[in-house]
């Protein structure tokens, strides 16, 4: 059965590989496949509770810009998502020296990953995806039934929501 995003991810790529010159990669379909994802609880040393995902608790590998730029066209980095990259690599379209490992430093890339990615924000939104339809959840201030209260959303000082106010 052909979901939405096989069918928008197909598509993708028939579109770009009549741009592409023919040995810049193997035009294989992207790994479009749902992943399970858990929640897990930490209690801090303060007495709350810090809920995170399964995800990596450390950026992965993704595309230099200069590579996207050069295989799909200007603009085309700013459009791609870091689980696109991912998906990219894990299909074998880029490798070697065409990735970039993101650091804490003065990189975006990095502050991207700490946005969206990082495993506490992704718990954050897992559960905002589960209640906001019953709860009307905002993104950070939330009350739950049983007492339960989410705090400030993790991803404050970074892109998502303006300019880092403190070093990461």
């Known amino acids: 059965m052909l979901n939405r995003r096989r069918f ?3 598509s993708a790529a028939m579109a770009l590989s009549s741009l592409l010159p023919s040995t810049s990669f193997a035009m294989l379909p992207l790994k479009a496949r749902l ?6 609880a930490r209690k801090e040393a303060s007495g709350s509770w810090l809920l995170f995902s399964d995800a990596p608790f450390e950026p992965r590998k993704v595309v230099r810009h ?11 980095y700013n459009t791609l998502s870091q689980r696109d990259h991912w998906e990219m690599i894990e299909a074998g379209w880029f490798s070697g020296d065409d990735l970039h490992l993101p ?4 990189d975006d890339t990095y502050l991207v990953w700490r946005s969206y990615y990082h495993p506490v924000t992704e718990a954050h939104d897992l559960l ?5 339809d019953k709860y009307g959840m905002m993104r950070w ?7 339960i209260a989410l705090g400030e959303h993790p991803a404050r ?5 303006g300019p880092p106010r403190t070093a990461i």
């Not at 905002?128 to 906001?132: E, P, Q, R, S, V």
């Not at 201030?141 to 007492?147: E, M, Q, R, V, W």
């Open 35 to 40: 992943r399970p994802r858990r929640i897990f």
């Open 103 to 106: 650091v804490p430093l003065g």
């Open 8 to 10: 928008m991810a197909a």
């Open 128 to 132: 905002t995806d589960i209640f906001a």
């Open 141 to 147: 201030g939330t009350l739950l039934p049983n007492g």
């Open 157 to 161: 000082a970074t892109p998502r929501h």
């Open 66 to 76: 200069d590579v996207i730029e050069r295989s799909f066209g200007a603009g085309a």
